[in-house]
């Protein structure tokens, strides 16, 4: 193996990249948070509007944060994001209507604007200054494969966790321990990563970047379609990802007639505990060592068929439903985490070859944007046919539509990463 690998792999600092996304994903209350709103009489639609409100937020703060970022100073945003996210676990646990619901969701969506791009734009950073940039693909795949870990533990100990409160809702409480502990990390984060360029915080100069960002953005044609090619991917993927909740809540219902709601209220949440924790450990090891994939097929080429192969397992999961089989179901639903896993390190190998150095934190805030407002716009609209048509019909249109939208979403070849 190449030394450079060596050193990457006992590098203090990419470690502590690495414990940032695991305590970051330590979101125990993912496995559960359909059910959880489900449980509050909420129909599919209502949820979808809810998952809408919080993309609102992010889109409106998502470029705002990633201007910040680049001009004020990348750890101080990251620091902020955790103040919002706690607020948000508090609001969750006195969710007693739908109002404080949806400032949860609120705040909830500042915390990903003020978080998304910018930790990776960190890592770009340090990378340069180590003269590792070359093997990009490589760390952020390891650092988020440690993201996936997180994951992964966060499902098997919520199993643990909610056989042990009060209620479903006590488990946003449990989530505010690791992100304060991820808010001490970041603060522990040498201060030349902060990188800011300004120290007076002014409106009008915050306009003036944005709109010369954007306009940069928007004239690099190449760049332009890998940012709608993932935006779009990740906005689906975030829309469905969570469906087999309701999924498999109907298949369980159907499937144990005899036994009474507790007990299937109880086999539902150790099966998505198991069911997530599994995701995970298998997303990790995608996102781990998919630079190999990397060093012998273009990236470029790997964001068009992962996308056309997302298409192919949703009209999968039609049939699955159809047939109404929970382990076909399972299955696919496995591959899809593993596939976008696997996709976002590819994503940041081809976009960090067709951005500028100092638009990095801002170019991964449109990304975060573009799919944000693409989530505004096909949350309730999802919600509203899984209601009113069914879920299965639901997956039989997405697969359908991928497919036809990404015949338009060609990506230009780029050489080919450093071998190991």
């Not at 969701?105 to 003269?131: C, Q």
């Not at 409160?165 to 690791?178: A, D, G, K, N, V």
């Not at 689906?236 to 309701?246: H, L, N």
Request: some cysteine; proline content about 2%.
């Amino acid at each position: 193996m190449n030394e450079d690998y060596v050193l990457i792999k006992k590098d203090k600092l990419i470690w502590k990249f690495s414990f940032y996304g695991l305590l970051k994903n330590l979101r125990f209350f993912e496995p559960y948070l359909i059910v959880f709103l489900l449980g509050l009489n909420y129909s599919l639609f209502t949820i979808g509007i809810l998952y809408s409100i919080r993309e609102i937020i992010t889109y409106i703060f998502e470029i705002p944060s990633g201007i910040i970022a680049d001009n004020y100073g990348k750890k101080k945003e990251l620091m902020i994001c955790f103040i919002f996210y706690i607020i948000s676990f508090v609001l969750f646990f006195f969710s007693f209507n739908i109002y404080i619901v949806s400032f949860a969701f609120v705040f909830y969506g500042l915390g990903d604007a003020f978080r998304s791009g910018t930790h990776k734009a960190m890592i770009y950073s340090y990378l340069e200054k180590k003269n590792w940039f070359q093997y990009k693909t490589y760390v952020y795949g390891r650092t988020r494969s440690f993201s996936l870990i997180g994951s992964s533990i966060s499902a098997f100990a919520s199993i643990i966790f909610i056989f042990n409160i009060p209620s479903l809702r006590w488990i946003f409480l449990i989530c505010i321990i690791p992100y304060i502990l991820d808010f001490l990390l970041i603060w522990s984060y040498p201060d030349y990563l902060n990188e800011s360029i300004k120290t007076e915080f002014k409106w009008s100069e915050l306009l003036k970047d944005s709109k010369k960002s954007i306009k940069q953005i928007n004239e690099n044609k190449k760049l332009k379609v890998i940012l709608v090619s993932s935006s779009l991917y990740d906005a689906v993927f975030k829309s469905i990802k969570d469906y087999i909740q309701p999924i498999l809540k109907v298949i369980i219902v159907g499937s144990f007639i005899g036994g009474s709601q507790d007990i299937k209220d109880t086999k539902l949440k150790i099966y998505l505990g198991i069911i997530y924790g599994v995701f995970y450990i298998f997303s990790s090891f995608a996102s781990k060592n998919v630079y190999r994939v990397t060093n012998r097929i273009n990236s470029s080429k790997l964001m068009e068929l992962s996308f056309d192969l997302m298409g192919i397992l949703c009209l999968v999961i039609f049939t699955g439903i159809r047939m109404n089989s929970m382990l076909f179901v399972i299955i696919v639903f496995f591959v899809i985490y593993i596939l976008k896993d696997a996709r976002r390190p590819i994503f940041v190998d081809v976009c960090g070859d067709n951005m500028e150095k100092s638009q990095r934190a801002t170019v991964l805030s449109v990304d975060s944007q573009i799919r944000s407002f693409i989530v505004i716009i096909i949350a309730p609209l999802f919600g509203y046919i899984a209601d009113n048509y069914s879920i299965n019909i639901l997956f039989l249109i997405i697969g359908v539509l991928i497919l036809v939208i990404n015949r338009f979403l060609r990506i230009k070849k780029t050489p080919t990463n450093v071998e190991v």
